[in-house]
């Protein structure tokens, strides 16, 4: 129940002050939700617009399927390594911040029951390994396995 509430205040954009009022942030790992708002709108949108819906010749849609990728072998990994995660210029707890507020924002519906927040600490981890030309290709390769998870198959 708890959880449903904090994503909720999580997806409705909820100020830091709101949000911790209602109860515990570290269900949701976003300890600061109008930073890692304000920082999709600085780092991200510009590329994958307001409603992560992305632009289909250069950018790919994050609305409704970001958090399928926390469903599939190398998933979580892939989403703190896309180049323009791994490489944006915040520090690594705000970018953990900014990226489990993208996940319950654009996709909450599909955040698993038992997802673990991303810490500072994983996320300076997986910014030494940032996927440069592979990405496009581990993408869809990681798409393909939850499009067969999604039609019952074996990942």
Known sequence: MLRGI???AVLAGVTG???AAQGDLSETGVSNPALAR???MLKCQGCHRSDATGTPQTTPAMAGIVAKFLHVPGGREYLGRVPGVATAPISDAELADLLNWTLYRFDGAHVPADFKPYSASEIGKLRKVPLRTDAPAMRAELVE???AL????DT
């Open 17 to 19: 002050a709101g949000l």
């Open 150 to 153: 999604a039609e019952g198959g």
């Open 145 to 147: 396995k939850i499009n």
């Open 6 to 8: 904090l994503a909720l």
């Open 38 to 40: 304000q920082n999709w």
